[in-house]
């Protein structure tokens, strides 16, 4: 694996639509994120969403761009960007678990991550995400 590759973090506020819209957004991003060699995993609660991508970082760049302009959520906060060896995520072009019934479970995880010296942020992510998968509504079919 190259020093190209990375992997990042970010917490933003849901702007509240259709309920269909996470379906939406699922569904496009596999298939752009296939096509960019991109893999990940989408987490949302009742306020917000917290999405983990990793990729070549050229590709993720372009991407986080159109993320960030992305109309359907705002104040999106990076809790992490750093090159890594490994792929967390290799079998999901994007995974997701909805957080049911929390409130505020994405945001309280991203204060606890942001007061954590930034070598152990990764491995927290990979240890929330795999605790989040294993208790919460998720899928992960390609
Ligand atoms: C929370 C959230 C997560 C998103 N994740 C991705 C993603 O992982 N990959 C992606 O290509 N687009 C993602 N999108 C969608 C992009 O913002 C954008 O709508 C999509 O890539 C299509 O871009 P285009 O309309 O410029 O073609 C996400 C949008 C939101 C609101």
Redesign the pocket.
Known sequence: MTRSFMTLAYI?D?VPGPSS??EQ??R??????KH?Q?T?M?F?DAKS?L?I?EGHAERLGQ?VL????????RRMRMLLVQHSEIRIFSDW??GRAVLEGRQRGLSRFADTLARAPPAARLTMLEKFALDAMSRHHSETEQ
């Open positions: 933003s849901i819209e996470l957004i699922v496009t991003s596999r298939d752009r994120n960019s991109i990940g989408l949302s969403y999405q991508l991407t159109r993320i960030a302009a992305d109309e359907r959520h072009w994007l």
